[in-house]
């Protein structure tokens, strides 16, 4: 067998790497390569997994009972007096410990909510999408009536109404209400995905509707739901913030940070008593901007003309 010229092995390899260069990122590859080229958006990132870490496993070395229990003596403790890193609010109670159970219910409630609307959203999306015609004209006339109601002011009437009152309540009752806008979303980007030869060809063969849907057609929304699934997280968290704030949220002795944030609700405690109110605001404000930084990169790896690498 005769040996390859050294020349033509250079050249073969020199394709192939021209190749390589000019073959387009795929998959996992468009994300790092997005977020290698953005460090606000790493740093955003590697700051919410943190807080999410610290939210879930601080809580373990917290004894919640202790944490919850009112102690008039030590009203409203400076920071670092006592003990308290963070100080104490109006019922004796440590900030700090406040801070992070309130930081764990609140997005325990916000994720949970995200997950929930994005499934009935994209089951009932993907329906419209594919099939269209008459089924299509049903789901988005109840949906442009459900998205015409007030949604706070529903919410804040089945809270007052409801008498058995949990953070898995106020779950049901945001979820139930906030799915619109993930079906509107999901059944735009299916009708155009839907008129495509693969899903042509798919139905030609004889696949059932629910494997084409699953198989074929979600995963290439999989981008764009990704980008509004982040979004839609930092947004369940201020709708969630904002209900206990107004104390329509989560149930009395139940820390969350809207409840933090909401006791500066007197111009003593918000000119002289800052620690109280201040850490959770700021810790929102944080989550917010970060979280936004994050949802910016998936919109251009979304986007293949906004990418950046």
């Not at 801070?99 to 409630?109: C, F, H, K, P, W």
């Not at 109840?142 to 953070?167: E, G, H, K, Q, Y």
């Not at 074929?216 to 929304?221: A, F, G, K, Q, Y």
Request: aromatic share 8%; net charge neutral.
């Amino acid at each position: 067998m005769a040996e390859n010229n050294p020349q033509q092995v250079i050249k073969e390899a020199a394709l192939e790497e021209q190749i390589e260069a000019s073959t387009p990122p795929m998959g996992w590859e468009v994300i790092r390569r997005e977020f290698a080229k953005d460090k606000l958006a790493i740093f955003s990132l590697v700051l919410i997994l943190l807080i999410v870490l610290v939210a879930i496993f601080a809580p373990l070395f917290i004894d919640q009972t202790a944490a919850n229990t009112v102690d008039i003596f030590n009203r409203y403790t400076p920071p670092g007096e006592k003990g308290y890193i963070l100080g104490s609010d109006e019922s004796g109670r440590d900030v700090l410990q406040q801070l992070v159970l309130g930081t764990r219910n609140s997005l325990l409630i916000a994720w949970a909510v995200t997950i929930i609307t994005a499934v009935i959203g994209t089951i009932i999306g993907l329906a419209a999408g594919y099939y269209g015609g008459l089924v299509d004209d049903m789901i988005m006339r109840v949906v442009d009536f459900l998205l015409v109601l007030p949604t706070i002011m529903i919410i804040i009437a089945v809270v007052t109404i409801v008498r058995s009152f949990n953070p898995w309540t106020l779950i049901i009752i945001i979820s139930l209400l906030g799915w619109m806008g993930q079906t509107r979303l999901v059944r735009t980007a299916s009708l155009s995905e839907g008129s495509k030869d693969y899903i042509h060809a798919s139905k030609t063969m004889g696949t059932r509707d629910w494997k084409i849907m699953l198989g074929s057609l979600l995963p290439n929304l999989s981008s764009l739901m990704i980008t509004n699934l982040t979004l839609s997280f930092a947004g369940n968290i201020g709708l969630e913030t904002g209900l206990s704030y107004l104390g329509f949220g989560l149930p009395v002795g139940t820390p969350s940070l809207g409840t933090l944030i909401g006791y500066a609700n007197s111009p003593d405690i918000i000119e002289n008593k800052t620690w109280v109110w201040l850490p959770a605001a700021l810790l929102v404000l944080i989550m917010m901007l970060a979280i936004n930084y994050i949802g910016q990169a998936f919109q251009r790896i979304a986007d293949s003309k906004q990418r950046r690498g």
